[in-house]
């Protein structure tokens, strides 16, 4: 059993600085830090829990649940991550320091905060669409610059 599942089952939290930087502007890495609570399901929309994939732990966001579990997106990315299951969940978020600050993901500006994130999807979604094309406009550009 890894340290976040053992203070989870004994502790009922984990409190760890945050690294990566998915959920920005929310979470900094290396400054800011996360509580972390065992969860109670069924999860809903907005939730952060935190889950395994690919042998290691992540938190991202529940942009939506469906029969099959949820599908989930970090607050800075636009690649959305489906079916992930109660059984992946090992704890969901339950407050948060930004900058020093103390933030419960019960207060409402919080809650604001998270609905306008999730509304915000589409857009990030065609920001990186023309991030993508940009850069292999370039990359394709400078591959034929250096040919001839």
Do not use: W
């Amino acid at each position: 059993m890894n340290n976040i599942e053992k203070a989870l089952k004994e502790n009922k939290m984990f409190i760890t600085k945050t690294k990566g930087d998915s959920m920005f502007p929310m979470l900094v890495e290396g400054r800011d830090s996360v509580i972390i609570a065992p969860p109670e399901f069924p999860l809903k929309k907005y939730d952060v829990p935190v889950y395994r994939r690919d042998g290691h732990y992540t938190m991202h966001r529940i942009v939506k649940v469906t029969n099959k579990g949820y599908i989930i997106c970090g607050d800075n990315r636009s690649h959305l991550e489906k079916d992930i299951t109660d059984k992946d969940i090992i704890g969901v978020l339950a407050a948060f320091y930004h900058n020093g600050k103390l933030i419960k993901c019960t207060d409402e500006d919080y809650i604001r905060y998270a609905k306008k994130v999730c509304r915000n999807l589409p857009v990030r979604k065609i920001k990186s669409l023309i991030r993508r094309v940009f850069k292999t406009a370039a990359l394709k550009f400078k591959k034929n610059r250096f040919l001839q």
